[in-house]
């Protein structure tokens, strides 16, 4: 009975987060599926319900990551490119799913390259929609500690991407 409410109140959430890691339905509902089993062998969770959002969320994160990384390792993911090497290769006449599929690829690798809470925060507030507001009080955050991580994860980022760009500028000359 409680896993049924906890799954009406929060399953969508779940998925969609799954849903926009992975590109793929089938392979977000197995990441829902095996988030509410865990949550089943872990009933300890329920009865912290005020933290129960966040620990969905991360255990679909984590999940979603996971396959991710097996897929890279089994080599079907575009995982280990650099975005500048992929967008030199795609022609102007590649389809919005290849680019859907670099863009994927490019913004995990820089998930990955953050800590656990700031990777959440990115996650609540870019991909699930949340407000700056939502997002502080579902990690139990000021609004301005939210906000910070969220200014260094950007700024991160656009160095890595602006490297990755000079490297392959250096290459290329």
């Not at 865990?38 to 005020?50: I, K, V």
């Not at 255990?59 to 280990?80: F, K, V, Y």
Request: glycine residues 4%; positive net charge.
């Amino acid at each position: 009975d409680d896993i049924a409410q906890v799954y009406r109140e929060h399953g969508f959430r779940v998925y969609y987060r799954a849903l926009r890691l992975l590109g793929s339905e089938a392979e977000a509902k197995d990441v829902v599926q095996e988030v509410f089993v865990t949550l089943l062998q872990r009933r300890d969770r329920l009865e912290e319900p005020g933290r129960m959002a966040p620990w969905l969320l991360k255990a679909a994160t984590n999940r979603a990551l996971n396959r991710i990384r097996d897929r890279a390792s089994r080599g079907e993911a575009l995982e280990g490119l650099r975005l500048v090497e992929l967008d030199a290769q795609l022609s102007t006449s590649a389809s919005h799913t290849d680019k859907d599929q670099v863009e994927r690829a490019t913004v995990r690798r820089l998930l990955d390259d953050t800590d656990e809470l700031s990777r959440e925060i990115v996650l609540a507030y870019y991909f699930d929609g949340l407000t700056l507001q939502e997002v502080a009080d579902l990690y139990r955050l000021s609004i301005a500690s939210a906000h910070r991580r969220l200014k260094r994860f950007l700024a991160k980022s656009r160095k890595r991407l602006e490297r990755d760009a000079s490297v392959l500028a250096g290459v290329e000359g």
